[in-house]
């Protein structure tokens, strides 16, 4: 059942998180309230979404704010608070920094809404949810990362590209970590039920593979200033949708494991459903076992990057 009056905040006013609280008015999913560190930015963007409301036609009501009283009882919180990728930077040449900006923010947001469900967008992904779970003390089912609906609309993309086919028939499946370690899952990647394995050359699907894998930094190289932003939006807002609207749809989602595929202790991008609880069935495929290996090396990066946060004291 669909919340009745949901709330939802963004924190971080910039490309991701503005581009993702207009998907979720003008998609009238919820009311938002934008946040920002900068003053003025998280006002304006919101006044000017306003503004629009005549035009796109939708209820929802848009409020920006410095200060995190506003952002009092959300039910779901997005952070996307951070500095984002330039060319020649890796996402874990983020962490420091984001690592700083994402716990302050997390112990804010628990503050004023200690039930909400916190979905992590800032990068690098995989790290800084596993800092705002830590922060937040929040149970694993409510704090979870944005990659794997990103990383699997890419490759969806580029098969339905490659098949000249409609987006709408073709699923795929990404898991792991949100880096270059990430593995695409071919196997489980179908148009309207047909695996891709028998549709598309393994050269081709290799290729599908790898540019999977650099689809962020595609985009860095072209932006120059900044990295992508409309597409993680977008996959961000379907989060928040199936949890307002308790949708029980299965995206690979960055979530905490304890003992599924075999590891522990560690967030990576894993099938789930997700509803109104957040996180409400953790899915294990039966993988063979270079598709296992493959994800246990993805893991094993995420985990070194949260022994640096240890390392600088920041978890
Ligand atoms: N509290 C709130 N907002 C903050 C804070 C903070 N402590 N620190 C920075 N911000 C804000 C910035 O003022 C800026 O408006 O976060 C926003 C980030 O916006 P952009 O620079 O446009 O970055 P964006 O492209 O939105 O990416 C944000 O998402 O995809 C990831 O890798 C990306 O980590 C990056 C994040």
Redo the contacts with the bound molecule.
């Keep these: 059942m669909t919340l009745k009056n949901p709330k939802v905040t963004v924190?971080?006013?910039?490309?991701?998180?503005?581009?993702c609280a207009q998907r979720l008015i003008e998609k009238n999913v919820s009311d938002v309230v934008l946040?920002?560190?900068?003053e003025g930015?998280?006002q304006g963007k919101a006044l000017d979404l306003m503004e629009a409301r005549p035009v796109e036609l939708h209820d929802r009501k848009i409020t920006g704010s410095?200060d995190y009283a506003a952002t009092k009882d959300s039910d779901v919180v997005v952070i996307?608070?951070?500095?984002?990728?330039k060319p020649g930077m890796s996402?874990d040449d983020?962490l420091k920094t984001?690592a700083?900006?994402?716990g302050?923010?997390t112990n804010?947001v628990v503050k004023y809404s200690p039930n909400s469900i916190i979905i992590v967008?800032?990068?690098?992904?995989d790290v800084?949810t596993h800092l705002s779970w830590v922060k937040s003390k929040f149970p694993p089912e409510r704090v979870f990362g944005m990659a794997g609906v990103l990383d699997s609309a890419r490759m969806r993309f580029f098969i339905a590209e490659a098949l000249n086919v409609s987006c709408e028939d073709v699923q795929a499946m990404v898991l792991g970590g949100h880096g270059d370690q990430m593995v695409p899952m071919p196997r489980f990647s179908t148009v309207s039920g047909i695996p891709i394995t028998e549709l598309l050359s393994p050269q081709k699907i290799n290729e599908i593979n790898e540019r999977t894998k650099n689809g962020?930094i595609e985009i860095v190289n072209y932006l120059k200033t900044?990295?992508?932003?409309y597409a993680?939006?977008s996959s961000a807002a379907t989060m928040v949708e199936a949890i307002i609207q308790d949708r029980k749809r299965v995206f690979p989602v960055c979530a905490h494991l304890s003992g599924e595929y075999g590891l522990k202790d560690v967030f990576v991008g894993v099938p789930v459903k997700l509803g109104q609880k957040g996180i409400e069935k953790i899915i294990e495929l039966k993988l063979a076992s270079e598709e296992l290996e493959a994800l246990h090396k993805s893991a094993d990066a995420v985990k070194q990057n949260v022994a640096k946060l240890s390392e600088l004291a920041l978890v």
Excluded: K
């Design positions: 924190v971080g006013a910039g490309n991701v998180g503005a581009t946040v920002d560190i900068i930015i998280p410095n996307t608070a951070g500095i984002a990728r996402r983020l984001n700083q900006i994402v302050g923010v804010e967008v800032s990068n690098p992904l800084m962020g900044g990295s992508a932003y993680p939006a």
